[in-house]
């Protein structure tokens, strides 16, 4: 309650005057207590009060935003922007730190209605009964609240000289304006009242103090820190490791009686169903987050929920026995590595020469791209549905010609949401979704590295691209040019990637299946090449000296073995009878 007066989120209405607000205007419940324990002991008793307002039945609530109606959209970073604020801690050498604030939604800007609320039954410290409290600032259970603590923080932090990504909402960077071409100095990434980030220089210093002295900062963390369910940690080399095996430790497998497994394709009962969706919901957080080799095991059991049986649950509880496995034993995490050798710190080519004498340093810097790697699966899902599946990383442009380290920054796996009619046309909407994420991307990093001074397809012409598919008949069409597939559809999916390698100077490499990353997210296999991946973050969209070793290949040089012995044997019985 002492902060609600402090922070001016609330204002008393004395009895007299409360008998003269319109009924109208006042919330039809009382405010009321929330009371939890803040401690992770059971063991143990650290109290926490909130007063809560009753935000369901607010007078407005039903007031449509284009009829003069609230706004309550409140922008947060993308997961992107937080793993390129990770990449570019290790290539930069920044530090991460992390604050959340206290009492961010009663610090946030006032709200311009006229609303008013009842004190919890309970009584408030010096409010009369038959008193009402007028609603100023964003108070908790307010529907606007979380957007009126994002314009406060927004407009402090743009006073501050940070400049927000229009690609990235509640993503802001900061440039130093005391060198020339004011070149990245730091990022922050922004999450309701919580915030990572990471910079270097006196301007970098000057300007995050300014920043921190204006908000009302709870708990600053470095090297190690939580961070919206993720523990981060950076080691001494600029290393940072991403996991959630404590979250994935903590949960608990759906206890299903040795009855029901007898019958395994007997439809679930509500309240196993209602298990089974919580399970599923669980493991969905890790898959997007930390453990991308969970991805389409989450997909498929997500696309079976509606015909959901025992034999659905109990696979269910195999793939979170897995994931167990993998944070407990294996104990697998996202790594942003430092790139060997000489990297440049600047993602985007430079289009100016370089002098001379800087032509032999020039030439040893290795420019970063983008690469994604896609893959999909023809009507294996129920219902006869299509998966498709990418990966996108960053790394220097060395990956696309011989291995090298990169940085995964974003993944999917999921359902291809119409009707395709073949391999081909399952393969050609996974490669489009996949382009589509890698555009956004690199016209990411390009505001990030210098500022969104162009059009956004020019922006990514800056940063150079490469497409992998495991499908030779797509990388064909994209390839050559004037060549069209059968199904016309396909011919329309794949314009964008045809254009960007045609116009943007995009390039696409056939990776063959056996080093296809994206094929344990189009179908139920072990992901051991995945996994490998993660552990190692090394990655090639060529394999020629693997490539010969691949089953497929061999399993060509038989083949081609047999064929010969037939045609030598036959031969030599030829010229014997002659």
């Known amino acids: 309650w002492k902060s609600f007066l402090d922070t001016g989120a609330v204002s008393v209405i004395p009895p007299a005057q409360a008998k003269k607000v319109p009924l109208d205007r006042i919330f039809r419940r009382a405010a009321r207590f929330v009371r939890t324990n803040k401690s992770k002991k059971d063991s143990e008793l650290i109290a926490k009060s909130r007063i809560v307002v009753p935000g369901d039945v607010d007078p407005d609530g039903d007031v449509a935003v284009e009829e003069g109606g609230f706004r309550t959209d409140a922008p947060t970073a993308p997961q992107l922007a937080f793993h390129l604020l990770c990449s570019n801690a290790v290539r930069r050498r920044w530090r ?8 961010a939604f009663l610090s946030g800007k006032k709200q311009n209605r006229e609303i008013y609320m009842r004190p919890p039954v309970e009584g408030l410290p010096g409010v009369p009964p038959g008193s009402l409290l007028r609603i100023m600032k964003g108070a908790y259970g307010l529907r606007e609240a979380p957007r009126l603590w994002y314009l406060k923080a927004r407009e402090v932090i743009l006073s501050c000289g940070f400049e927000e990504l229009q690609t990235a909402k509640a993503c802001f960077v900061l440039r130093d304006k005391t060198k020339p071409e004011a070149p990245l100095c730091g990022m922050m990434v922004l999450h309701v009242d919580d915030a990572c980030y990471g910079g270097s220089g006196d301007y970098w210093s000057k300007c995050l103090s300014e920043c921190l002295k204006q908000f009302k900062i709870g708990k600053e963390q470095q090297d190690e820190f939580d961070f919206l369910g993720r523990h981060v940690k950076q080691l001494p080399d600029y290393t940072v490791e991403i996991d959630q095996h404590k979250y994935v430790e903590g949960l608990e497998r759906v206890f299903t009686p040795m009855e029901r497994r007898r019958n395994p394709k007997s439809p679930l009962t509500p309240e196993e169903l209602h298990s089974y969706r919580s399970l599923v919901g669980q493991l969905a957080w890790p898959a997007r987050e930390s453990m991308p080799q969970l991805s389409y095991a989450v997909s498929d059991l997500q696309q079976k929920t509606s015909k ?4 659905d649950l109990s696979h269910a509880n195999n793939v979170l026995a897995l994931a167990k496995r993998w944070a407990t034993v294996d104990k697998q995490k996202l790594v942003f590595r430092p ?6 710190l600047n993602a985007v080519v430079q289009e100016r ?15 970063l791209g983008i690469g994604a790697v896609h893959d999909a699966s023809f009507m294996q899902q129920p219902g006869d549905g299509s998966q498709f599946g990418y990966l996108i990383m960053l790394a220097p442009t060395t990956l696309y010609d011989e291995k090298f380290i990169t940085h995964l920054l974003d993944w999917n796996s999921a359902k291809i949401h119409r009707k395709v009619r073949s391999t081909l046309a399952a393969e050609a909407s996974g490669g489009t979704r996949a382009y589509d994420r890698a555009m956004y991307a690199r016209a990411m990093i390009h505001e990030i590295e210098v500022g969104k001074n162009q059009h956004w397809t020019d922006m990514c012409k800056k940063i150079p691209f490469c497409l992998g598919t495991d499908c030779k008949s797509l990388f064909d069409l994209c390839s050559k040019v004037g060549s069209l597939p059968d199904e016309r559809r396909v011919a329309l999916d794949l314009l964008d990637v045809r254009e960007g390698i045609e116009e943007m100077k995009d390039q696409i490499r056939w990776v063959p299946t056996d080093h296809m990353l994206a094929d344990a997210f189009t179908k139920s296999m072990p992901p051991d090449l995945l996994l490998q991946y993660l552990k190692s973050g090394v990655y090639s969209f060529k394999y020629d000296d693997e490539i010969k070793n691949t089953k497929r290949e061999q399993a060509k040089k038989r083949a081609e073995l047999k064929a010969n012995k037939i045609a030598s044997n036959k031969k030599h019985t030829e010229t014997k009878n002659a």
């Open 96 to 103: 991460l730190r992390t604050f959340d604030v206290e009492t």
């Open 308 to 311: 959901a049986t025992v034999h």
């Open 339 to 344: 790139f060997p050798g000489d990297v440049s």
């Open 353 to 367: 020469k370089p002098k001379a004498k800087q032509l032999k340093n020039f030439e040893r810097l290795k420019s």
